[in-house]
């Protein structure tokens, strides 16, 4: 399987532009661009307004990560050798994957079904750990996860649920 935009010409600066213009349209409040040392978009943090308060989230690329999946794409012989360690190239390709996500992300906000919250959950951002809901949910797994059977009770309502759908 081919990387989705992995031939994507598209200069980040327009990307993260276009990545805010969405946010926005969608509520966004205060986003703000993380860089690196050398000037480059790492990060891209906004506030969304919700009924229970505002809540930060923030959305890395993991540019290590996206140039390992080029590499390994080339290996495997399903992209170009020009692709290999290009470092701008899987910026470019990790930031319009990222842009894409999040566009389909807000199109299934859109319909009422979930809400930004749900969608954006594993990116709530604490301020006070400087920690993502994610990287919480790693370092503290064995609180986020039910252990032990679900109750009864718990049961009854997801069969009246399922009951009630069909």
Not at 113 to 123: H, K, W
Request: with cysteine; charged share 30%; net charge neutral.
């Amino acid at each position: 399987m081919a990387i989705k935009n992995y031939t994507t010409k598209i200069a980040v600066k327009k990307t993260v532009s276009e990545i805010e213009s969405i946010l926005s349209k969608h509520g966004a409040k205060k986003i703000l661009k993380d860089y690196d040392g050398a000037g480059y978009v790492t990060g891209i943090s906004f506030m969304v307004e919700t009924p229970g308060g505002s809540i930060p989230f923030k959305l890395p690329i993991d540019l290590r990560a996206w140039v390992c999946l080029i590499n390994r794409a080339v290996d495997d012989k399903k992209l170009p050798q020009r692709f290999r360690h290009d470092a701008d190239q899987a910026r470019r390709t990790g930031w319009r994957v990222i842009k894409d996500w999040i566009d389909a992300q807000l199109a299934i906000v859109e319909t009422q079904t979930v809400t930004i919250e749900q969608v954006f959950l594993p990116y709530a951002y604490d301020l006070r750990t400087d920690e993502t809901m994610y990287q919480k949910f790693l370092s503290k797994r064995e609180e986020f996860v039910a252990l032990e059977e679900p109750t009864k009770e718990f049961k009854q309502n997801d069969e009246d649920l399922n009951e009630a759908v069909k």
